[in-house]
C-alpha cells in the first residue's frame, strides 16, 4: 500500500504488481491500517482508493486460503480488519477507482463507495460459489447496498464477468474515466 496527501485529499494505492493486488493478509492489514488514518483524521480529508498495474485485485489470496491454525479467530480478524466497513463508514468523502480485474474482495472493497468510477478495461466477478464459498469480505453487505439486493444476487449467483459498460448500467460505477 502506498499513501499520499495533496491538501484535504489522500490516495491510497493498493502496489502489489507481482500479485496482481490480491489481498493477503499483509495487504488487508496495510490497507486498514491507511483507511483508518483517513477516518480518524480530524481535517476529515476525501479519500481515494486505486490500484497500481493491470488489476484493481484479483481478490482474495488463494495460497492463504485455509492456512490458518485457528479459522474462528482467523474470521474475527477478518472482521475486524474488513476495510469495506472503513470505506463504508467515510460515506460520501471515499471514492474507489478500478481497472482491469476487480474480483472478490476487489469488488466488494469498490462496492462499499460512495463513488465509483472505473477505467474502460474494468471487468467485476463475484467466483465464490463456484468455489463453494460465500462472497465474504463484504460482498452480502456492499454489493446488495451498492446496487440493490437482486441485482446482487444475480451477480452473485450467476458467476458472470460484469463489463465495465454493464457494470455503469447497474449502477455499480457511477462513471467510466479514462484515469
Known amino acids: 500500500i502506498t499513501m499520499e496527501r ?10 502489489s504488481l507481482e500479485s496482481r493486488n490480491a489481498m493477503s493478509a499483509e495487504m488487508r492489514d496495510a490497507l486498514f491500517e491507511a483507511l483508518c488514518a483517513v477516518m480518524d483524521d480530524p481535517s476529515q480529508p476525501r479519500m481515494t482508493l486505486k490500484a497500481e498495474g493491470r488489476c484493481f485485485s484479483t481478490g482474495g489470496a488463494l495460497a492463504e486460503f485455509g492456512s490458518a491454525e485457528d479459522l474462528a479467530k482467523a474470521h474475527v480478524i477478518r472482521t475486524l480488519r474488513n476495510g469495506a466497513r472503513i470505506i463504508h463508514a467515510l460515506g ?58 437482486h441485482r446482487a444476487a444475480w451477480i452473485a449467483l450467476s458467476g458472470k464477468k460484469i463489463g465495465v459498460k454493464q457494470a455503469l448500467s447497474l449502477g455499480l460505477i457511477h462513471a467510466i474515466t479514462a484515469s
Open 6 to 15: 495533496d491538501d484535504q485529499h489522500v490516495i491510497i494505492t493498493l502496489n
Open 92 to 149: 460520501v468523502r471515499a471514492e474507489v477507482h478500478t481497472q482491469g480485474a476487480a474480483i472478490g474482495s476487489g469488488l466488494e472493497l469498490a462496492a462499499a463507495a460512495a463513488r465509483r468510477t472505473a477505467s474502460a478495461n474494468a471487468w467485476f466477478h463475484l467466483p465464490e460459489l463456484a468455489m463453494g464459498l460465500i462472497p465474504g469480505a463484504g460482498g452480502t453487505v456492499t454489493l446488495p447496498r451498492a446496487i440493490g439486493r
